[in-house]
Nanobody, 125 residues
Framework: QVQLVESGGGLVQAGGSLRLSCTAS????????AGWFRQAPGKEREFVAA????????VYLDSVKGRFTISRDNAKNTVYLQMNSLKPEDTAVYYC??????????????????WGQGTQVTVSS
């Protein structure tokens, strides 16, 4: 089992920045990928960004490319999501996820078995 603890959410004005963190504990040695998803009120959860743990390959939702950066710190077992130039439409609960499944579908729920509790990000206009 893997436990994920997220932090870093909050309220920010449009154009501002936030950095989310997600630290894992437990059986983390077999991690293949880590990702961030988000769910806005009344909408389905959507993929935001992912990183393949072995080589740092990243994948992004088109609407966040150039604004968000996912990264990892192997020693700390932590994945980060740096969010810049935030927009009101980025408002959502953000969830981190980890998976052991060796799949190219890093943008899909299919790749992930473990999920964090979620952290609220609110961007005011």
């Amino acid at each position: 089992q893997v436990q994920l603890v997220e932090s870093g959410g909050g309220l920010v004005q449009a154009g501002g920045s936030l950095r989310l963190s997600c630290t894992a504990s437990g059986r983390t040695s077999s991690t293949y990928a880590a990702g961030w998803f988000r769910q806005a009120p009344g909408k389905e959860r959507e993929f935001v960004a992912a990183i393949r743990w072995s080589d740092g390959t990243t994948v992004y939702l088109d609407s966040v490319k150039g604004r968000f950066t996912i990264s990892r710190d192997n020693a700390k077992n932590t994945v980060y999501l740096q969010m810049n130039s935030l927009k009101p439409e980025d408002t959502a609960v953000y969830y981190c996820a980890r998976g052991d499944r060796r799949t190219p579908r890093l943008y899909s729920d299919y790749a992930y078995d473990y999920w964090g509790q979620g952290t609220q990000v609110t961007v005011s206009s």
